[in-house]
């Protein structure tokens, strides 16, 4: 288990260092392309030399590579390695610290991907566990139906639809009933509240999760299906175990395995799709700040906010891969 | 909840002693849907199992030994049906009762063997969570109580180190101690019939025996009822007192093994004997190939008129084609379904 633990870290690892190289390649592609984002930083007035220069150096490019379409620029990328390790990520282009960005903005982000995640879980499990045990009946047909129905529509569909269509009168309906500071108020507010993280979110979060558990839905029948057909279950039934044990103990526990490498990919996707759903909802979050800081051509935010979000999701999979381990004995004594 | 020793568990078992009849099983009819039609798997079967005796079920591969008792079990999948007959448990038509209180006869009555013991268990249970896990759901055995059964009951099919392999995962076993395991979570309620379906033919021949033995010495300590369901008439003999033959879903023959093995009241039996290499006759086994019962059997659903052995019958006469054989009596403890089953015994006396 130890060693097993170490393998999938050092993976990890290494897994972290590609994308940031990728990552880092894309951007140096792009200033050799595009031209200089230090000009991003004076806006609408031109520069003299010396304040171009300045700024480049200020923001690490001033390296001639950067001339040189084609050229990986290896330099900077060992001497930004090096400043991440140290925990300098540097600032944007208003000299903010792109540590302070992320400290302010991750709790709201966190916020949102905990009503995401508590609402594709229980639709998930619950739905799936439901549709498997009452296979090929009503029941079943009607969860794959709405399952199929919810991915016709993409996550930034469904919230721009709610947002232009449904929460302007649903929002002047709370106001009018329950009155304009009103909790059912705030909920359908068509834009996040700071002062009001949780109840801004909830509406949001709850349609990322819908959107985020059709294929969840799908794949936890689909793994308890497979559990149902196995032998084991009706070992356990010869046992004269109730079927509650049954499902719980040899379906459901069996199924966990295919479940929680779902989750990280599922995960993956609703970071993805967070990052959507805070730029179309004017939430303060990563992925706000990241949708931002894109149309600034803000490069050290974006690296920095992008590494991240790159390492969090390399955390969650290596979560993941041990909880693999320790749900299946088969992985954990190989 | 209503308290779980009161519903699940029907009464207190009697006292098993030798002769009582303890599971009867009589005119037993399976379909199975399908494309075309439903599909008898099995029509009409009998047998009667008996406290301290153990009866061979035997027949060629695909002739409904294990959906016959997977009928008894209530455990068949849900493309197949029972359309006739009983399954008596000490007089309880276990077949006639709903699902719920069928399946608290399972374990503590009626209790099943599988085959393939590495698929039959949980993969990411321990073994010893599997051996007792019916004594805890079901009689609130404590934590520590149903750990000491589970060495008790590894210790009863003998595998080594009962106290640590406990803890291990069923990967973790060879085949034929996996295959104890089995066994012996099978006996974790101490039922009175014990359905062994092929239990030893995924193992190697020494190990086979070993594991038929220990069956057999379990089933003889306990006054169990033992069905053993082989393919194989050669592993019967050391080990069964009564064979029930089957061929496409029916019994066609049964005796008492020695009876049997002397002298086969029906042609079928006679080619499976056939079929089984035998110590004492070497002149069988030349060629090096065992002769096997020609042609194959027919398809459920493609049972031929008459005697549905006709086929491949070495007897057969017209009559055999039109009209079916009941398995009728023809000696004291011995039926067969052949219209020519005197003769056959007649001329081996002769
Ligand atoms: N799930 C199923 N769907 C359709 N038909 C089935 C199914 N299971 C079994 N059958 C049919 O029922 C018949 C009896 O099968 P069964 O498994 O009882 O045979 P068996 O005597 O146990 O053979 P074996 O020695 O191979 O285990 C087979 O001929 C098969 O065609
Ligand atoms: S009834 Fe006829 S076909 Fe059938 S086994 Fe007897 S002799 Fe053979
Ligand atoms: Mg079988």
Known sequence: MGRYILRRSLLGVATLLLVMFVLHLLTTFAIQLNGNPALAFFGDKVPTESQLAAVETRFGLDDPCYDQTGNPCLGPFVERLGQYAQGDFGTNLRGREVTDIVATAAPNTLKLFLVVTIVWF?????????????????????????????????????????????????????????????????????????????????????????????AF?????????????????????SRGLNERHVVTHHVIRNSAVPVVTAVGLTFTEALAGAVVTEGMMNIYGMGGVLWEAVRAADVALILGIVTILAAVTVVVMLVVDIAYAALDPRIRYA | ????????????????????????????????????????????????????????????????????????????????????????????????????????????????????????????????????????????????????????????????????????????????????????????????????????????????????RLLAEIQAERQMGLVLITHDLGVVAGVADDVTVMYAGRAVEHAPVRDLYAAPAHPYTRALLRSVPRLDSGAEVAGGRLPVVPGRPPAPGRVPSGCSFHPRCDMAQDLCRTVEPPLDDVAPGRSSACHFAAELLGGARA
């Open chain 1, 122 to 214: 229980v639709l998930g499990m619950g739905l799936g566990t439901a549709a498997a045990r009452r296979r090929d009946r009503s029941a079943d047909h009607g969860i794959r139906l709405t399952s199929v129905l919810i991915d016709a529509f993409p996550i930034f569909v469904l919230l721009l639809v709610y947002r232009y269509v449904f929460a302007v009168p649903l929002n002047g309906w709370a106001e009018d009933t329950f009155g304009a500071g009103s909790l059912p108020a705030l909920w359908f507010r068509p834009s996040f509240d700071d002062d009001h993280p949780w109840a801004t979110l909830l509406v949001p979060g709850i349609l990322l999760g819908l959107a985020g558990s059709a």
């Open chain 2, 1 to 212: 909840m209503i308290p779980v020793t009161e519903t699940l568990i029907p009464p207190a078992d009697a006292e098993r002693s030798a002769g009582d009849v303890l599971l009867e099983v009589e005119d037993l009819a399976v379909e199975f849907r399908s494309d075309d039609g439903a599909v008898r798997a099995v029509d009409g079967l009998s047998y009667r199992v008996e406290a301290g005796r153990t009866l061979a079920l035997v027949g060629e591969s695909g002739c409904g030994k294990s959906v016959s008792s997977l009928a008894v079990m209530g455990l068949l999948p849900p493309t197949a049906r029972v359309v006739r007959g009983t399954a008596r448990y000490r007089g309880t038509d276990l077949l006639a009762l709903s699902p719920t209180r069928h399946r608290a006869h399972c374990g503590t009555h009626v209790a099943m063997v599988f085959q393939d013991a590495l698929a039959a268990l949980n993969p990411v249970h321990t073994v010893g969570y599997q051996l007792t896990e019916s004594l805890r759901s079901r009689t609130g055995t404590s934590r520590r109580e149903a750990r000491r059964r589970a060495v008790e009951l590894l210790d009863l099919v003998k595998v080594p180190n009962a106290a640590q392999r406990v803890d291990e995962y069923p990967h973790q076993f060879s085949g034929g101690m996996r295959q104890r395991v089995m066994i012996a979570s099978a006996l974790a309620l101490d039922p009175d019939v014990l359905i062994a379906d092929e239990p030893t033919t995924a193992l190697d021949v020494t190990v086979q025996a070993q594991v038929l």
């Open chain 1, 217 to 237: 839905i799908r794949l936890v029948r689909a793994s308890q299906l497979e559990s149902y057909a196995g032998d084991h279950v009706r070992t356990a039934r």
